[in-house]
């Protein structure tokens, strides 16, 4: 689909599983992060289209990496979506406010991931 | 100095140093009646939460083992599916070279004993399982392996919501065992270093040290209500 996408977890399990659903919604062009400082060094020398990030990592926090993304202008057009095992209004208040793209709920299906990009692509 | 004043001064030091003194134990006091308020109020939802994770992880393992069976009643099924096509290619080989050689043969044949031959050898061979509904009941049942392998993956995110569950017990956990050994310390005062375990005495140093930037209980484990991914869609369509 010509979409190259950063998935940022530092679960390599998580990194695996949301592999295989976008493998599955027929995205191949993927990038892994372990963390937020992972995925900005990232960010910095892959021409990156998509970002999938997970809310809670050590050291930089998802909301946290989501800031520095959009805080930095060569970036800070890409749209981001986030996962996470938590949804609680405040968080998802937080995310709205840090331009967060979009935001899912784990367990998710390959098909509601795919449904998310598909929207978020739509509306950028 | 006198011998008195000495002594007083010595008794004063001995009292500072003495645990049970009224001044030194009321702080104390209520460092544990925080200590316990806090628990108190985070314990309940924390079992409120493992006894989510289990309920959570015995549902999981229920439904890949759902998928489990119906894949391997799938996969007996396309081996069927298989024996059928292979045990019917020999048969099949023999009657399209019998149909070929017929052919090859028939310069000078009458079409009467021709024809009635070459029927009987096509009905024959069209009595055969017909291939192509197999090999298409064959893709389906690949599709439908691809989609269960799809489903025990994504059932697999039980783990890491159960990691990080995980992670907010085991934060509260060593928070009451550092709060407890501050508690200890400032009972025992310099004597601390023989009565606490060393364990103990590391871990509580390594949990300071690693304090800034750890996932907090409230962090994974929040008190307040949980949207769906409905409700979030309405949030984010609102914007």
């Excluded at chain 1, 689909?1 to 599955?24: C, F, H, Q």
């Amino acid at each position: 689909m010509g979409l190259k996408i950063l998935v940022v977890d530092d679960s390599a399990t998580m990194r695996r599983i949301v592999l295989n659903a976008l493998r599955e919604g027929g995205y191949t062009d993927i990038i892994e992060a372990s963390d937020g400082k992972d995925a900005l060094e990232k960010l910095m020398t892959d021409k990156i289209d998509f970002i999938i990030t997970d809310w809670n990592m050590p050291n930089m926090s998802g909301l946290e990496f989501v800031r520095a993304v959009r805080s930095e202008t060569d970036i800070q057009h890409i749209p981001i979506l986030m996962v996470t095992t938590r949804g609680v209004k405040q968080d998802i208040v937080e995310a709205l406010q840090a331009r967060v793209n979009n935001f899912i709920i784990k367990p998710f299906t390959p098909e509601v991931l795919k449904d998310k990009i598909e929207q978020i692509l739509r509306n950028a | 100095m006198n011998e008195h004043e000495h002594m007083d001064e010595s008794e004063r030091v001995n009292n500072q140093k003495t645990p049970f003194d009224f001044h030194n134990l009321l702080p104390i006091i209520e460092d544990i009646m925080l200590m316990v308020h806090e628990s108190l109020k985070k314990i309940p939802h924390v079992t409120s939460n493992l006894n989510k994770v289990t309920e959570r992880y015995e549902r999981v393992t229920a439904e890949i083992l759902g998928v489990v069976d119906r894949l391997n009643e799938n996969i007996d099924l396309f081996l069927g599916e298989l024996l059928i096509i292979s045990d019917s290619l020999p048969r099949r080989k023999e009657l399209q070279d019998e149909i070929h050689n017929t052919l090859m043969d028939s310069a000078g044949v009458d079409a009467t004993t021709l024809l009635p031959r070459l029927q009987s050898l096509w009905q024959e061979y069209k009595s055969l399982h017909p291939i192509d509904e197999i090999i298409q009941s064959m893709l389906k049942r690949i599709e439908s392996l691809q989609g269960d392998s799809t489903s025990i993956t994504m059932s697999l995110q039980v783990q890491d919501i159960t990691a990080q569950h995980m992670e907010a017990i085991n934060h509260l956990i060593e928070s009451v065992h550092n709060r407890l050994t501050l508690i200890l310390q400032k009972f025992y005062g310099a004597e601390f270093q023989s009565v606490i375990p060393d364990s103990s005495r590391k871990k509580l140093s390594d949990y300071i040290a690693r304090q800034s930037g750890k996932v907090t209980t409230h962090d994974v484990l929040p008190e307040s209500e949980i949207e769906s991914q409905n409700e979030i869609d309405r949030m984010f369509k609102e914007k």
